[in-house]
Each structure stands twice: as C-alpha cells, then as structure tokens.
C-alpha cells in the first residue's frame, strides 16, 4: 500500500517548498487533478487538430510537467485525475458536464499517457518523468463535480451521473490502456462518502452504494481498481459507523467493498 495525500495548489504553485516537505513527511505518492478543461491551467482549451497527438499545438502540459518532475525528485509518485471538460466537447457548458462524444475524452486520455509515458521531453529537452497512475474524475456522485445528478425521462427519475461516468470512466480506461505501456493502472468510482438518493431534492445526491448499482446497470464493465473517498467527520475514528443511511466510510467499508465484489468479482477496491 502506497501512503501519499492530495495537494495540488502547494505541489503546482510552490513545488519547490512543497515537496521537500512531503519528502519529511515520507509520502510515497501524490495525487492532482490533470485538468482536460474548464481551468486556466486547463491542458486543452481549444480543440486540438489531433487529440491523439500529444504534441499537438493546442495541447499545454507545462504546469503538469514542473510537477511530475519535481515529485521524481523526491521519489513521490504521481496519480493523475482526469478531470473537467472543455467548453469546445460539452456544448459550452461548465467543466463539470460530461462530453457530447465519449471519443473525445477517450482521445485525450490516450494523449496523456503517452505525454506522461516517460520517454517524452519538455520544451527544454528534458525527459518527462512516466505517470501509470490515473483515477477518471472525482466524486462523480456530487453534483458539483458531475452534472446532472438525475434526468427525469418518461416521467421518471434516471440517475444521469451514472450513466454518463460509465462512458467517462470507459473512455479513460480504454485510452489510458490503449498506449500499451506496461504499468498502466485506472482507477473508477472515486465516489463521495455520502448522498441522500433523493433525485427531487434541492441538492439531489446519490450515496455510493445506490451510485455503484447505477454503474452496473449502465453496463460499466473495465476498470483496474475501484476508488472511494471514506472520510467521515471531524470527531470520527476508524471504526466509526456513520448514521446516515446509504453513507460509506471507513466505518462500514466492507459494505461497499461486498457489493463490489458482487458486481465486478475481478476488480480492486482502493
């Protein structure tokens, strides 16, 4: 088991001060956000003339280079969450709105392995440290992270975030895998803790037991280990069950971890 944290405005704001601190702290991997789009440290804020190129011109790694580069420094290894969609692949929309075309996301995955594959070099001529680590977008069961959360279709409630986070995490997966590299590893899930599964709600939110069960019936099928984010509160402890129906923490982990296996009886939990 890898110990590391997230922390990306100290390791891509301030790598130099940060990362010698984490070297004390002994952290052995370090996770951040590779955003597709929607900030302005966005890799692709235009449409690129070939997605799958990742020299293309319209593509800018140079924030996410300093910080693979600094963490082979200090011997951290990197986990990259791909993250937000461009305005030009969801209608104009806010990053948190799943592409029009899966493809597109599928293409772009593929760009960032190969960038990150170890063998590419900045603009300096410096080799590129590898990256084989990758989670496909955050809590994907909180509305602010993925938009919609439910879809009234026919006049029933559809959980919509489902069903577009099994295209997104496929399209991940299988442009990730589609390099080839030995190593290569893409985590799915990476869900939220809690929720309500109240899709009338004013901030309807899916817990993740209800959201796992979504995926499975949106025919999510390949992933190389499924993530979760278990925290509790302030004053919880490990082994704290948490009150609220549907709500996994570290708790009642095997709970998710049962369903999982029960699922999908060959993939990882992490």
Sequence with gaps: MLVGLLD?????????TTFPILKQLRVQVIR??????GTDIAVSKQRPTDARDPEDPSYDWAVYDRF?????????KVLFTIWGTPRWANGGNAPRYAPKNSADLRDFAYAAAQHFSGTSTDKDGNTIPAVRLWTAWNEPNQPFQLSPQYKRVRGKWVMQSAIDYAKICTAIYTGVHSTLLAGEKVACGV???????????????PTPISFMAALKKAHLKNFDAYAHNPYG???DTPTTKPRARGTVTLGNIDTLIKQLTTF????ACG
């Design 8 to 16: 990306q405005a100290s390791t891509f704001y301030s790598p130099d």
């Design 32 to 37: 951040a956000d590779l955003y597709w789009g």
């Design 68 to 76: 693979v580069t600094f963490a082979e420094k200090y011997n951290v």
């Design 191 to 205: 869900t939220a803790p809690g929720g309500n599964d109240r899709p009338g709600a004013a901030r309807a939110t």
């Design 233 to 235: 509160g302030p004053h």
């Design 264 to 267: 999908w009886a060959t993939s």
